[in-house]
T-cell receptor, first 113, second 112 residues
Framework: SQTIHQWPATLVQPVGSPLSLECTVE??????LYWYRQAAGRGLQLLFY??????ISSEVPQNLSASRPQDRQFILSSKKLLLSDSGFYLC????????????FGPGTRLTVL | SQQGEEDPQALSIQEGENATMNCSYK?????LQWYRQNSGRGLVHLIL?????REKHSGRLRVTLDTSKKSSSLLITASRAADTASYFC????????????FGQGTRLTINP
């Protein structure tokens, strides 16, 4: 069966520090991968998605970047965190194609102080 | 702006009652999905309804889709305390590229 791992679960970082959040998927090949951010009590904002290794689409201009160095690995990064980067970050995967549901990881709660 | 908008933003009912949540969207879609999120957790997929379907059932869940009104509803029958969660609709846009657009969610509270 497929599983998705996301770590760390919580993270507290000072403003200006770098960020690296990792997401890995097991049990499937060539998944679509997604990074979302969720503000408290709000819906999900799509940040990046990838349909293959090295293929990254950015949805909103921001202080973050994403990379997909391996088929089932998706990394969210920042060189210098801002206070506004605080939030709940969710990674998700889906089978390639348009008509499929997404499967979410447990999320990372990031607090930038 | 968000493609999907859920209504109401918050709903509180007694255990055993039915809960109805609505979602409206703006542009043509391939399908519409409903997800559930327990507090501080990831989302869990509940049900997917395609644009050529009008109604779908899964256990105590019933989803309807009206493409002429660009709206969908999620009905949870015989609610339980464990149904307490946030519920989101998500649309897969025809013009989109394998991505979903989520609404702001409905916070459902089931009182025992």
């Amino acid at each position: 069966s497929q599983t998705i791992h996301q770590w760390p679960a919580t993270l507290v970082q000072p403003v200006g520090s770098p960020l690296s959040l990792e997401c890995t998927v097991e049990g499937t090949s060539n998944p679509n991968l997604y990074w979302y951010r969720q503000a408290a009590g709000r819906g999900l904002q799509l940040l990046f998605y990838s349909v293959g290794i090295g293929q990254i689409s950015s949805e909103v201009p921001q202080n973050l970047s994403a990379s997909r160095p391996q088929d089932r690995q998706f990394i969210l990064s920042s060189k210098k965190l801002l206070l506004s980067d605080s939030g709940f970050y969710l990674c998700a995967w889906s089978v390639g194609g348009k008509y499929n549901e997404q499967f979410f990881g447990p999320g990372t709660r990031l607090t930038v102080l | 702006s968000q493609q999907g908008e859920e209504d109401p933003q918050a709903l509180s009912i007694q255990e055993g009652e039915n809960a109805t949540m609505n979602c409206s969207y703006k542009t043509s879609i391939n399908n519409l999905q409903w997800y559930r999120q327990n507090s501080g957790r990831g989302l869990v997929h509940l049900i997917l309804i395609r644009s050529n379907e009008r109604e779908k059932h899964s256990g105590r869940l019933r989803v309807t889709l009206d493409t002429s009104k660009k709206s969908s509803s999620l009905l949870i029958t015989a609610s339980r305390a464990a149904d307490t969660a946030s519920y989101f609709c998500a649309t897969d846009l025809i013009q989109g590229a394998q991505k979903l657009v989520f609404g702001q969610g409905t916070r459902l509270t089931i009182n025992p």
